[in-house]
């Protein structure tokens, strides 16, 4: 990316439009101050998104100080769209949280030509539909940043979040506004009322080497890789400090509004976001097989090194929108998309010691622990081993010399030991026999690999609750780390997470470089938890296979501990994305003495294990989803199957949801009707078998008229 500096820029801060006067706004100023804006951003979007540019730096600076004198001169003309208003002037106090009007998946990862493979044939078994010919992919290349998802009203920027967990992120919108690559107002003169941009914001290599220099200079910590470096940034509270890191975007999604007329195809609105003025990655390439897909992808594993940016992969999507739209996508990931990752970056090294470690859940793992080696901009010191099997598989032994790599570039594992190296005189490893932490027996449960430890009062299984219970995405207790909680759990403070809430300032005093106002700080961020929502606390309990995505959906059907504590496990299993391996772990933890005690030691110290949703045991006993039991569809079951005349299937889904009804993906016994479009497949075959009531559009509009007037 080009450097080009920022007009106002002096000492790291934007000069301010002032109001030094109220003069009355003139026809020709506010006719200029239109045309300085409009000839701004042309140049902006041909220098950042074209690498293009039209016009001459000392130009570029001559308007733009004009145009932030007339600004200064009619402050009541100043728009948030103006280039002049890219950099807040006051530092934020925090993020709040925000809620993404559509969910960010991420992508399900291939790492060789068979799971490319693989993945092709699966979302066409999954079609159930004719495909249309011939089928069409396009590549970009993988991006090593951050999400971030922007909002554009009446084509003027409003909002920007980052990632979170796919459904709610952190607002930074003053910081987005900093990166020039992403426009503030955009490129087209009428542009939808509300749209919604996805992209990936990062730092170029170039960027990332100077601003590790300069810290080295300063004596500061270097960043570790472009991506933390991106993503820190990004969560800078002062957006002079992000403007001056100059991050770039590119822009990969674009989601129209209804009524919209959408492109038809996922290169076509590459070309429109391009259009609307953003930059598009220049190297992506519209592939008709999947042989054009591996060329790409060999094309680009030496390439890459010579790119200004990072790029671990390629990501593969389906063009033909219509096609995404009815693949639809799981849990996890869109159906229609694939990431195809290059080899993580392998090292060898020297095992200087082999440990095994007891998590939260009791799983035992070992670790080897060798000589620090630099991989994929970290330094890595110790990997995992998995398990036993795996030991057993690699012969590992302290003093072998092994490659090292990370497993989907995050978690260091040993790909395999170079035993022509090994010295004389090693030892086998073997796993121990009993938890290094508590000397209870281990054992290994039926079906599992893993050893664990069953005592529920090991330390080390309490201190991993306890750790997850502070996390951020649990309970949130700020300053709960691992250093305080093996103090506590050390010192016969705490047993568990219910006698967090029993800790007292004066008992803090006590520990270990804890002062007074640490202690303080600590007391209050613990009661403060008690204000999160029932969702986090099931989460935080750390029941096996419970992530927080699937917290969020028991507690949608199970309003309330006691709800939850009285299903039985069809009903946990029929919540919509709950599998039996997950209702069968909730099911045996919500009926163990000592975990009932758990929760109401917690509801006695305070916390709302329950949410404002009705009790769905109140209603309906089929282990539906019950939590709307007074609306007109409540307890009824839809599936939706091939292209409905005038209705998307996201609409027709709100319109069942708002009355109560649930919306699934397959036909089953339990299904109340079955929305029938054009191109119906296996699922209309199967709702004639099962006479289950099969409705055209027309039919089924009409059940909703019925239906609102119930209400």
């Not at 980052?162 to 919108?173: P, Q, W």
């Not at 081993?385 to 030991?391: G, Q, T």
Request: proline share 6%; charged share 25%; hydrophobic share 40%.
């Amino acid at each position: 990316m080009i450097d080009r500096p920022t007009p106002g820029y002096k000492g790291g801060t934007v000069a301010q439009s002032i109001p030094n006067s109220k003069q009355r706004v003139t026809p020709e100023s506010q006719q200029r101050i239109i045309e300085l804006r409009k000839l701004l951003q042309n140049a902006s979007y041909a220098y950042y998104s074209l690498a293009n540019p039209v016009m001459e730096d000392a130009i570029y600076d001559r308007l733009y100080r004009e145009l932030q004198e007339l600004e200064t001169q009619y402050p009541e003309l100043i728009t948030s769209d103006s280039p002049t208003q890219r950099v807040g002037d006051t530092p934020a106090t925090g993020f709040e949280t925000a809620t993404h009007n559509i969910p960010l998946y991420s992508l399900e990862n291939a790492f060789d030509q068979d799971e490319l493979q693989a993945w092709d044939e699966r979302w066409q078994r999954h079609a159930e539909i004719p495909i249309p010919e011939p089928v069409q992919y396009v590549c970009e290349l993988k991006i090593d940043g951050s999400a971030l998802a922007l909002t554009y009203e009446n084509g003027v920027l409003t909002r920007g979040v980052t990632r979170g967990d796919g459904v709610a992120g952190e607002d930074i919108t003053q910081n987005v506004r900093t990166i020039r690559s992403i426009p503030l107002r955009l490129n087209v003169d009428n542009p939808p009322a509300r749209l919604e941009i996805r992209g990936e914001a990062f730092l170029p290599v170039a960027v990332f080497d100077r601003i590790n220099n300069e810290r080295q200079a300063n004596n500061e910590a270097l960043f570790a890789n472009p991506r933390n470096a991106a993503a820190g940034t990004l969560r800078q509270l002062d957006s002079r400090i992000v403007a001056e890191r100059q991050l770039d975007f590119f822009a990969y999604t674009v989601h129209l509004p209804d009524g919209f007329e959408p492109s038809k195809t996922q290169w076509d609105a590459l070309e429109l976001l391009q259009s609307y003025g953003f930059h598009v990655n220049p190297n992506r390439k519209l592939c008709n097989s999947l042989a054009d897909i591996t060329a790409y992808f060999n094309q680009w594993d030496t390439a890459r090194l010579d790119l200004p940016y990072l790029t671990d992969g390629v990501v593969v999507k389906l063009n033909n929108l219509a096609l995404q739209s009815h693949l639809g996508f799981t849990q996890k990931f869109p159906r229609w998309a694939i990431a195809l990752k290059y080899p993580a970056e392998e090292a060898p090294t020297v095992v200087e010691d082999i440990k095994v470690n007891v998590g939260r859940t009791g799983a035992v793992t070992p670790l080897a622990e060798f000589q620090p080696i630099p991989l994929a901009g970290t330094t890595v010191a110790r990997a995992t081993l998995h398990n036993r099997d795996r030991v057993a598989e690699l012969d590992i032994r302290v003093g072998d010399t092994v490659i090292v790599r990370k497993a989907g570039e995050i978690i260091p594992e040993v790909v395999r030991v170079l035993p022509e190296l090994r010295p004389p005189g090693t030892i086998a490893f073997s796993m121990p026999t009993c938890c290094p932490e508590c000397d209870s027996t281990l054992v290994q449960p039926e079906d599992e690999v893993v050893i664990r430890c069953i005592d529920a009062s090991c330390p080390a299984i309490i201190k991993g609750s306890l750790v997850h219970w502070a996390s951020r995405g649990a309970m949130d207790i700020d300053g709960l780390g691992e250093k305080w909680v093996e103090q506590f759990v050390d010192r016969g403070l705490i047993t568990t997470v219910a006698d967090l809430y029993q800790l007292t300032q004066e008992q803090l005093l006590d520990i270990d470089r804890m002062g007074k106002k640490s202690a303080q700080n600590l007391v209050e961020a613990i009661a403060q938890s008690k204000q999160q929502p029932w969702h986090r606390i099931l989460y935080g309990l750390g029941i096996r296979h419970v992530g927080s995505v699937n917290a969020k959906l028991i507690t949608k059907t199970f309003p309330s501990v006691d709800a939850l504590v009285n299903a039985s496990f069809d009903q946990i299993e029929a919540v919509y994305g709950i599998g039996p391996e997950i209702a069968q772990s909730i099911h045996q933890w919500v009926r163990i003495a000592s975990n009932q005690t758990l929760l109401q030691q917690l509801q006695a110290a305070g916390l709302e294990l329950k949410s404002d949703l009705p009790d769905p045991l109140q209603a309906d006993v089929s282990g539906e989803s019950l939590s709307d039991a007074n609306l007109a569809l409540a307890g009824k079951v839809f599936v939706l199957t091939g292209t409905l005349p005038t209705l998307g299937r996201s609409e027709a889904k709100e319109k069942i949801e708002a009355l109560g009804g649930k919306v699934t993906g397959s036909v089953s016994s339990k299904t109340d009707y079955v929305i029938v479009g054009e191109k119906a497949g296996s699922k209309f075959k199967k709702a004639q078998s099962l006479g289950i009531l099969c409705l055209s559009e027309a039919e089924f509009l009409k059940l909703l008229q019925t239906a609102n007037a119930v209400e």
